[in-house]
């Protein structure tokens, strides 16, 4: 890359979802993981799904009409307090399989409701 040119951050991540999943996704990550739903632009609100911030990110949750969910494919979240997140995924059903591949974090890997495969870390201090 030139000095011109340079990869800042990850705006955001898109995640497809069936029609008509929008309430399971507020609960999953809203209610569930605490994120925050932000309005879709106008010109794109009537496409359907929702949009969700975190700390420096956003979640889109757009509706793929021949939806199959990702099952290797998966966003990776850098998070703090990952134990209590398990056990808050694990007690409301979500199974949760832990890694111990990747030197210097705790990390598991869980599916959305629709089945997309997500992967949440905390790295050691």
Known sequence: MTAALSLAAINHVQLAIPAGGEQQCRAFWGELLGLSEIPKPPALASRGGCWFQGSGFQV?????????????AHPGFEIRGLRALADRLADHGYLVTFSDEVPGQDRFHTVDPFGNRLEFLELHS
């Open 60 to 72: 889109h949750l757009g509706v793929e009409l021949d939806f199959r969910p990702a099952l290797k």
